[in-house]
């Protein structure tokens, strides 16, 4: 192998190229099959709308492509790829079939896309944005196929929102171009990083040939293994911001939708965006439930807790879900109490419900309570496959999963029970397992029992506080998230006004502007943030002007920074309800 300098992959480009197509060719069966399956969708939908026999020779244009490119995989995957001139040769081959792939989808963006009907050009719209974005990680971070699948559609899509000249479409082609440069960016970056992993593979090999000869190497490789790991971590934390921006507008929007559609098929429709909507949701907030808990940004609250109340919380939430994946749930309190954080604790058998329901195979879950020695034990049994002994510890690291090697959305990412065992750590709980293959699971959580407190946990409800009326201020430098909290704010009647900028900010202040509650995002241009300019806010009016902070960053430190400013937290995407519920607390001196 050629020798390695300081990172130099220069004379071992052709490898690093050879792994990056192979990484894409690994992926290649699910994106075959998904581009099928979607533009099998397509026709499905749109033969009231386009000519059928167009529809159809769109679609064998699309099955024949697809055909293509596995007998183009089979072919590669019998050879023996080593030298620069057959990676080159291979590459730009892929490159083209890419593009013959992604044909099919700029062809659809031009003519599917019809103006008159709105709620299916916004369908086509989201397809073909979903599409990109998870081609993305199909490519393996191969950056041309990336370009030469995605970009056409997305640029004539653009174009096409262009050409109508009408302001929602103006909104859109901003919104579309502003995807499309993300898009590109995020790809270029994934790429490098990449290449950066493949390259270190190469690196640690060589290392590892002269640790026989120089123990220093050793101290060479942790340093670069901690740099990449380091690396990553910034990536994806500025990944996840990015891509929270344009789910938050997609979360604003498709509310602010609901109110302006009529017929069943397109509430029906509706549904389903939002669906996918909260899918998303779900998966960030993972991730952001990991970065806070590494942060410390999670204080627990422990209180004395009624374990039939929380089952029975638990029971109403889970039912449904398990009844559908014909699983029997049940509960057994044994009328006990513990001092416990309970909503932090709700999260964790929650997780393990999540866990058993999504994994165990099985048809039967208990949550039960016994007691254990002067300690309670809180257990989540299910009669499902069991976890091998080899495993136990494994399946509390983040993003290791059992039994999923194609890495299915909806078995999730891997990070359930990481932070079941973070969050139980924060609480100085105990969690073990009890399971062998073929013989179910048992998870177990070791409480400090509590006090019976049924007469003395009474709260007063929050009272809803009237926004009507009230002048707000959105403090955000995206415009598709300003429009979008503008419209939903109007729509609860409050006077609004917007500022992208900290100049924004000081125009309304030097003409006396004065809010009675802001909204801002915590990152703001020239290194600005949300809590800088409440302060300069509430100087100029002279009193605490109510206010809450926005984010879209996972990242530990940018977390524990934001909650120093001692203002509420939001994190990105928000749910409208939940804006207006944190809008009410904040204006009540909650």
């Known amino acids: 192998m050629p020798k390695l300098i300081n990172g130099d992959y220069s004379q071992i480009k052709h490898l690093l190229e050879r792994d990056n197509i192979n990484i894409m060719l690994a992926n290649s069966p699910v994106t075959n099959n998904g581009n099928v399956l979607v533009a099998i969708c397509c026709v499905y939908i749109f033969p009231a709308l386009i000519p059928f026999n167009e529809l159809m020779y769109w679609l064998l244009y699309t099955f024949l492509i697809a055909l293509l490119r596995i007998k183009l995989r089979q072919h590669y995957l019998k050879r023996n790829i080593e030298t620069p001139e057959d990676v080159k040769k291979w590459r730009a081959i892929f490159i083209t079939a890419s593009f013959l792939a992604g044909s099919s989808w700029a062809y659809a963006s031009w003519f599917f896309v019809l103006p008159e009907y709105p709620l299916y050009m916004a369908f086509m719209a989201g397809t073909l944005m979903a599409i990109a974005a998870?081609?993305?990680?199909?490519?393996?971070?191969?950056?041309?196929?990336?370009?030469?699948?995605?970009?056409?559609?997305?640029?004539?899509?653009?174009?096409?929102?262009?050409?109508?000249?009408?302001?929602?479409?103006?909104?859109?082609?901003?919104?579309?171009?502003?995807?499309?440069?993300?898009?590109?960016?995020?790809?270029?970056?994934?790429?490098?990083?990449?290449?950066?992993?493949?390259?270190?593979?190469?690196?640690?090999?060589?290392?590892?040939?002269?640790?026989?000869?120089?123990?220093?190497?050793?101290?060479?490789?942790?340093?670069?293994?901690?740099?990449?790991?380091?690396?990553?971590?910034?990536?994806?934390a500025a990944a996840s911001h990015d891509l929270r921006q344009p789910l938050q507008s997609l979360t604003?929007?498709?509310?602010?939708?609901?109110?302006?559609?009529?017929?069943?098929?397109?509430?029906?429709?509706?549904?389903?965006?939002?669906?996918?909507?909260?899918?998303?949701?779900?998966?960030?907030?993972?991730?952001?439930?990991?970065?806070?808990?590494?942060?410390?940004?999670?204080?627990?609250h422990k209180q004395h807790v009624d374990l039939n109340k929380l089952f029975n919380e638990l029971h109403n939430s889970f039912y449904e879900q398990a009844k559908v994946e014909g699983i029997e749930l049940s509960i057994d309190a044994n009328n006990m109490f513990?001092?416990?954080?309970p909503q932090l604790l709700k999260r964790c058998i929650s997780n393990l419900i999540i866990n058993a329901v999504k994994h165990s195979k099985g048809n039967k879950i208990l949550i039960s309570a016994s007691y254990l020695q002067e300690k309670i034990e809180v257990k989540?049994?299910?009669?499902?496959?069991?976890?091998?002994?080899?495993?136990?510890?494994?399946?509390?690291?983040?993003?290791?999963?059992?039994?999923?090697?194609?890495?299915?959305?909806?078995?999730?990412?891997?990070?359930?029970?990481?932070?079941?065992?973070?969050?139980?750590?924060?609480?100085?709980?105990?969690?073990?397992?009890?399971?062998?293959?073929?013989?179910?699971?048992?998870?177990?959580?070791?409480?400090?029992?509590?006090?019976?407190?049924?007469?003395?946990?009474?709260?007063?409800?929050?009272?809803?506080?009237?926004?009507s009326g009230k002048k707000i201020l959105i403090i955000d430098d995206e415009k598709d998230i300003r429009e979008a909290m503008e419209i939903l704010f109007n729509r609860w009647d409050m006077q609004v006004e917007?500022?992208?900028?900290?100049?924004?900010?000081?125009?309304?202040?030097?003409?006396?502007?004065?809010?009675?509650?802001?909204?801002?995002?915590?990152?703001?241009?020239?290194?600005?943030?949300?809590?800088?300019?409440?302060?300069?806010?509430?100087?100029?009016?002279?009193?605490k002007i109510p206010a809450i902070l926005v984010?879209?960053?996972?990242?530990?430190?940018?977390?524990?920074?934001?909650?120093?400013?001692?203002?509420?937290?939001?994190?990105?995407?928000?749910?409208?309800?939940?804006?207006?519920?944190?809008?009410?607390?904040?204006?009540?001196?909650?």
């Open 380 to 467: 989540v049994t299910d009669n499902g496959q069991g976890i091998p002994l080899n495993e136990h510890q494994n399946i509390f690291i983040e993003f290791h999963q059992l039994n999923n090697p194609e890495r299915e959305r909806r078995k999730g990412l891997g990070l359930g029970l990481a932070i079941v065992k973070q969050t139980c750590e924060l609480l100085s709980h105990e969690i073990t397992i009890n399971s062998s293959v073929d013989n179910g699971c048992k998870f177990s959580i070791t409480l400090e029992e509590g006090k019976d407190n049924t007469f003395l946990s009474f709260k007063p409800p929050i009272i809803q506080r009237n926004l």
């Open 252 to 300: 604003l929007f498709s509310d602010i939708l609901k109110f302006q559609v009529q017929s069943a098929d397109a509430k029906l429709t509706l549904q389903k965006i939002e669906q996918s909507i909260q899918a998303l949701s779900s998966l960030f907030n993972a991730l952001l439930d990991i970065s806070q808990l590494e942060a410390g940004a999670i204080k627990p």
């Open 498 to 543: 917007t500022a992208a900028s900290e100049d924004d900010v000081k125009t309304l202040i030097n003409n006396n502007y004065q809010p009675d509650v802001i909204v801002s995002d915590y990152r703001l241009p020239d290194n600005k943030t949300g809590s800088m300019m409440v302060q300069l806010l509430r100087q100029a009016g002279g009193y």
């Open 551 to 590: 984010t879209g960053d996972t990242a530990s430190d940018r977390i524990k920074e934001a909650r120093k400013s001692n203002l509420p937290v939001l994190h990105k995407p928000i749910q409208p309800a939940r804006l207006k519920i944190a809008l009410t607390k904040i204006m009540s001196g909650k």
């Open 338 to 341: 513990v001092f416990t954080d």
């Open 134 to 236: 998870a081609s993305i990680g199909s490519n393996g971070g191969f950056f041309l196929s990336f370009i030469s699948f995605s970009i056409p559609s997305l640029l004539l899509l653009t174009l096409k929102f262009f050409l109508m000249d009408n302001e929602l479409s103006n909104i859109s082609t901003f919104f579309m171009l502003a995807l499309t440069v993300g898009f590109i960016f995020f790809a270029h970056g994934y790429q490098k990083s990449i290449f950066e992993t493949l390259g270190l593979k190469y690196q640690n090999k060589e290392l590892l040939d002269k640790l026989e000869s120089n123990n220093i190497e050793l101290s060479y490789q942790m340093k670069l293994a901690q740099e990449a790991n380091r690396q990553k971590s910034h990536f994806l």
